[in-house]
């Protein structure tokens, strides 16, 4: 496939300024993005509002899409729809759910430790099992603002309420943060369920080329909701890993080797991370 990633997107990478360290600034990554031919992507930080970030971005480059959020860590205060409004106020157009803070990401990380102590870390739901008050208050200003809303590294089981709910408000852009990672897994059920109310399935070449989960899982995964309900990512940025473009690469090049077609990689990097944003 000729200039494979021409027009192409990165919807999660990493950059630096950053609380751990990064493998490119923000400036590299919009000139990496511009050097590939690719149109852009979305730079994400767990604990910082990378809006003004990405509006700097896009002045300097034009040419590319470059877009920006905030993820309801700690530092944002937890579920916090005041941070929501203000991050869309100030053209943000992202928010994930918790992420490094989440309580189902802390278990899956201290599954073998059952002395840890999760009790600083975040959940959506209350102790009745039912989704927090401040959640819906965050679904109903993503509504507001049209705002692509991310289940960031709440999993399944927490993720899949917020998705239905998030429907029935009104949010139209709708995503579940690599679905396939083992620490916020969402089943093909799961996945199906949600895509029928609307959400897209995100998928990141760091849980393959880290060896977390096999192509075979993430073929898998993506036959069973349909090439146009999916697209690829890196969530790359670690010191260790890649470059978005060469990962972006990698991942596109590797399906094709399994079988994928090149209409179909061009829905997976090209029309369907457009749509998040139309």
Not at 182 to 210: N, R, W
């Amino acid at each position: 496939m000729e200039d494979i990633l021409k027009g192409a997107y990165d919807m999660h990478i990493h950059t630096s300024p950053d609380v751990s360290p990064r493998k490119s600034t923000d400036l590299e990554i919009a000139e990496e993005w511009k050097t590939a031919g690719m149109k852009g992507g979305v730079v994400k930080c767990h604990f910082a509002d990378t809006t003004g970030r990405a509006a700097i971005l896009s002045a300097l480059y034009p040419d590319l899409k470059i877009y920006g959020g905030l993820v309801l860590n700690r530092q944002a205060g937890g579920i916090n729809p005041d941070a929501v409004e203000r991050m869309a106020q100030a053209s943000g157009k992202y928010v994930w759910f918790p992420t490094m803070d989440s309580l189902a990401y802390r278990k899956f990380h201290f599954r073998n430790d059952p002395s840890a102590d999760l009790s600083p870390y975040l959940s959506v739901m209350g102790e009745d099992g039912k989704l927090l008050p401040a959640v819906h208050d965050v679904l109903d200003i993503a509504a507001k603002y049209d705002l692509v809303v991310g289940t960031g590294h709440i999993g399944g089981q927490e993720g899949v309420p917020v998705v239905l709910e998030a429907a029935k408000r009104g949010v139209k852009r709708l995503v579940l943060t690599h679905a396939e990672n083992p620490a916020t897994s969402f089943s093909i059920e799961d996945q199906k369920l949600c895509v029928k109310a609307g959400a897209m399935v995100e998928h990141s070449f760091f849980t393959v080329y880290h060896n977390r989960v096999s192509w075979e899982l993430v073929i898998e995964q993506i036959r069973a909701v349909g090439t146009d309900n999916t697209y690829l990512v890196t969530d790359f940025g670690q010191l260790n890993s890649p470059g978005s473009a060469d990962g972006l690469r990698m991942f596109a090049e590797g399906l094709l080797e399994r079988g994928f077609s090149e209409k179909e990689i061009d829905k997976l990097i090209r029309r369907n991370p457009e749509r998040l944003f139309l």
